[in-house]
């Protein structure tokens, strides 16, 4: 009478040798890894894209952006500039002023994007670690049907099962990643958009206020 094998998930991983095990060990750290960075770089994103506008209605209207706003560099760098080229004309105080906003605006997204690469390389890799593991499996069961010298399906397919279990994992962590990546990566660009968008019209508010200023001063 021939062995019932347990073929759910845990029965599988349990089942499998030390490779085969290690690799889907580390295919399901993966996946718990990139859905808790998906979801902290998703929260985090949401809040620069609305500090972003929130430095535009300053830019646009004085309504003064919170203390802790996400984008405060950009607002600090402008103001800075503006100080800096006090008497210049307006043109040049707006250029001068944007780019140093552009700057800020660069600096702090590099800054954000930290942890997207390893979402990326997660997407990338994982199915081949899977693929590995299967590899192995199926060497594995070939093997142990060479000296046991039975071929029925009952015995080949738990040692199959093991082994493209590895793959499925492989797939489970590399296709959230994937999806992940793009779309944080739509969401870091919308929110360094509107961060670019508000430098601008902070120098241009800047570059009219200093110009005022000057003109001023000579009457």
């Not at 405060?72 to 307006?90: C, D, N």
């Not at 954000?112 to 590995?132: D, E, N, W, Y």
């Not at 039975?150 to 797939?171: H, M, R, Y």
Request: no cysteine; net charge positive; proline share 4%.
């Amino acid at each position: 009478m021939e062995t019932a094998h347990d073929l759910s998930p845990l029965g599988l991983f349990l089942a499998a040798d030390w490779v085969v095990r290690s690799v889907m060990l580390m295919l399901v750290l993966a996946s718990i890894g990139v859905w808790a960075m998906a979801l902290d770089r998703a929260l985090r994103f949401r809040r620069l894209a609305q500090d972003a506008r929130a430095l535009r209605r300053f830019a646009e209207d004085g309504s003064p952006p919170a203390h802790d706003n996400a984008w405060a560099e950009v607002l600090v760098a402008a103001e800075q500039a503006a100080r800096e080229v006090m008497g210049e004309s307006p043109a040049d105080r707006r250029h001068y002023i944007a780019s140093a906003a552009r700057l800020a605006v660069t600096e702090r997204t590099a800054r954000a994007k930290a942890g997207l690469p390893v979402l990326a390389s997660i997407a990338s890799t994982a199915p081949f670690i899977g693929l590995f593991g299967t590899v192995w499996g199926i060497m594995n069961a070939f093997t142990a049907i060479a000296r046991s010298g039975n071929t029925s399906l009952s015995a080949v397919a738990p040692g199959i099962a093991e082994a493209l279990f590895a793959t499925a994992l492989g797939l489970v962590a590399a296709i959230p990643a994937a999806l992940a990546y793009n779309r944080l990566s739509a969401m870091l660009g919308e929110a360094r958009g509107a961060a670019t968008g508000a430098g601008e019209r902070l120098a241009r508010r800047l570059g009219l206020a200093g110009a005022s200023r000057t003109r001023l001063a000579a009457e």
